[in-house]
């Protein structure tokens, strides 16, 4: 009996005096760990490989746009809405308008700032960086190397007359961006009368060699939309006065 109190006492004292993490040969306890961690660490991965995922997208789109087409922003603008418009689904069609007009009255050419809006609605800033250098790179290397042999490029005559050809189908894709963007305007008069009175100007413009810039159409067609919309809010705060 003497012994058998004695372990028993010696059993208790070791339990009281051992750490509750740790088991009585000194070996810590291993709890498991929270299941949501796990989750989290995999939707954190998740992530950062779908928006490096988005950032390549971004940027082989916009390096197709910019390496096979030719003519400048207006001619791009038919690609880009194909592309990110009908295939993709990036943006809407009432989007790309809004973005067509804003691109044109703010600095800097007009397809990369379309570029660069697209990829940030998709990616943040990371995908505006993606869609900007996508477009402008495969231009920058091409002119690059054409810049070096300039004098003697144009002077080939198969590349001359591709060049005539190439002429030719900006028109077309300038017409086809016009034609789609006339066709989704909103038919009311005010943009209609905007539009037949621009299209007139421009017109004669070209008809009697007269320079009108087309900054100055822009400027002047925002500034009476501007008076007749505060005209129209006047005369609406004073029929509601009455």
């Not at 960086?129 to 300039?150: D, E």
């Amino acid at each position: 009996m003497t012994v058998t109190a004695v372990t028993n006492t010696a059993v208790s004292i070791i339990a009281r005096e051992t750490d509750p993490g740790e088991k009585p040969g000194g070996c810590p306890v291993i709890h498991p760990g929270p299941v949501g961690g796990n989750d989290n660490a995999e939707k954190h991965n998740g992530n950062e490989s779908a928006n490096m995922n988005m950032f390549f997208d971004l940027f082989l789109t916009f390096a197709k746009v910019g390496m096979f087409t030719f003519g400048g922003g207006y001619a791009m603008i038919a690609l880009i809405e194909n592309i990110c418009v009908e295939k993709k689904r990036w943006i809407t069609h009432d989007e790309m308008m809004n973005i067509t007009v804003i691109a044109e009255s703010t600095p800097g050419p007009i397809a990369i700032n379309c570029a660069t809006y697209v990829g940030y609605k998709q990616n943040g800033f990371a995908g505006a960086l993606a869609a900007t250098i996508g477009i402008i790179f495969p231009s920058f290397c091409i002119i690059f190397v054409i810049s070096r042999y300039l004098d003697h490029f144009l002077e080939i005559t198969w590349i001359a007359y591709a060049f005539r050809g190439i002429r030719i189908a900006v028109g077309i894709l300038i017409l086809d961006a016009a034609v789609k963007m006339l066709l989704k305007m909103r038919k009311k008069p005010r943009p209609l009368a905007f539009m037949f009175s621009a299209f007139a100007v421009m017109l004669l413009s070209n008809i009697f060699s007269v320079r009108i810039s087309s900054i100055i159409l822009m400027l002047t067609a925002g500034l009476i939309s501007l008076i007749i919309f505060i005209m129209s809010k006047s005369a609406a705060k004073g029929g509601a006065g009455k």
